[in-house]
């Protein structure tokens, strides 16, 4: 059996992929700071990198409340539609193709950055142990309010409405965040969630909101064109489980039946080790998924190129070499040299560390 390169192309749902290099989420906090939305530099940076075979945007929150950092762009208001709407206009007339990764933070967040400065809310009342940016430096997170039963619908409703702008702002398809310790995930894991109701408990239990926001989901948008993001191993967020393997193998499956475009794994620590805590196992996950999958986290080219050749991966994600690397397509192609990327331009600011990465063959751009 012959398996495919890195540079072959991939049925996507009813999406041809040219080849299987994706752009990762990436925050990069670059939003107008009034209203949170995308604008022309957003625009820009993200028609560079329209040769990837697939862009996944930076995650965006789908409501005031689901903000955990300054200038992070929505997905919530008719303004921010229309901002999206440019990004995705510029994506698509260089021929990319480009999915929205729907974020709410739950309690990765500050007072500072939420309606009326209200608590951020949660699972449970349980603080992250973790950071984040509110503009002017790193804070500690909030102490969250846990949500009440009879919210559990809101937030359900307020991923659905993401999911019609995210139709009306031209986007190809959505990528559900469930990863990095985030909302979703802090339900997931028994660490963060301790609720005594038909949200928390058994692991059944945990991934209900999940399902359910995946149900809302493909009402919206067929199955084909929506991915999921999980990391199973990671700690970020301060996030923590007891038996990630179980909990996982169950979330997996139950997603599987939604018969989604991609499982996208953050294979290790996000942005860290690809090292996996003992008796942790990828491919014992991978496999209870029968769709198509997308890894991320350490790639080079080598590995990628081992991934992909052996059957094992289907797609792979790259975060921090397509910051540095608009053409990062064309240089993996050439085995070219990669440009570094600069830690000090990641989040906010502008043109700087965002749209002036140069790239080998000024043509790739024009
Ligand atoms: C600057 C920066 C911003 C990130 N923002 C997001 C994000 O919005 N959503 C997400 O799921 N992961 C985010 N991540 C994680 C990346 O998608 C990716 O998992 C991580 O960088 C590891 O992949 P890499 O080794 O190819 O960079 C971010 C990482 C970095 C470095």
């Given at each position: 059996m012959t398996y495919p390169t890195l540079f072959d192309g991939l049925r996507l749902g009813d999406l041809d992929l040219p080849n299987r290099v994706v752009m990762a989420p990436l925050t990069r906090n670059r939003a107008l700071p009034v209203g949170d939305v995308p604008h022309v530099p957003n625009a820009e940076y993200y028609a560079q990198r329209a040769s990837a075979g697939l862009i996944i945007t930076e995650a965006s929150q789908i409501?005031?409340?689901?903000k955990g950092y300054a200038w992070t762009p929505g997905i919530y208001s008719d303004a921010q539609v229309a901002g999206w709407k440019q990004v995705t206009d510029a994506v698509h007339a260089k021929q990319g193709r480009i999915f929205v990764q729907l974020w709410h933070v739950g309690r990765i967040s500050h007072t500072s950055l939420q309606p009326n400065e209200q608590a951020p809310v949660a699972p449970s009342e349980l603080a992250a142990e973790a950071h984040t940016f509110d503009g002017q430096a790193l804070v500690p997170t909030s102490t969250p309010r846990a949500l009440d039963l009879f919210e559990m619908a809101r937030i359900v409703d307020d991923y659905r409405k993401a999911a019609i702008n995210a139709k009306n702002a031209g986007f190809d398809g959505i990528e559900l965040h469930a990863a990095n310790g985030y909302l979703l995930d802090q339900f997931l894991r028994d660490g963060s969630n301790k609720r005594t109701d038909a949200y928390g408990g058994s692991v059944e239990n945990r991934s209900r909101i999940l399902v359910e926001v995946l149900e809302a989901l493909t009402e919206i948008w067929p199955a084909g064109r929506i991915g999921i993001r999980l990391s199973p191993f990671s700690s970020a967020g301060g996030i923590s489980d007891s038996d990630p393997m179980a909990t996982f193998s169950h979330v997996i499956k139950s997603v599987d039946k939604f018969g989604l475009a991609y499982l996208h794994l953050v294979e290790g620590e996000t942005g860290g080790t690809r090292e996996l805590p003992k008796g942790a196992d990828i491919a014992t996950l991978r496999a209870l998924f029968k769709g198509t999958y997308m890894a991320n986290n350490g790639y080079n080219r080598g590995l990628a190129a081992k991934a992909v050749g052996s059957g094992e991966v289907d797609l792979v994600a790259f975060g921090r070499p397509f910051i540095a690397n608009p053409d990062l397509v064309e240089r993996l192609a050439q085995n070219a040299n990669l440009n570094e990327v600069d830690p000090a331009t990641l989040y906010g600011g502008g043109a700087t560390g965002y749209t002036d990465y140069p790239v080998q063959n000024a043509s790739v751009l024009a």
């Open positions: 409501s005031p409340e689901g």
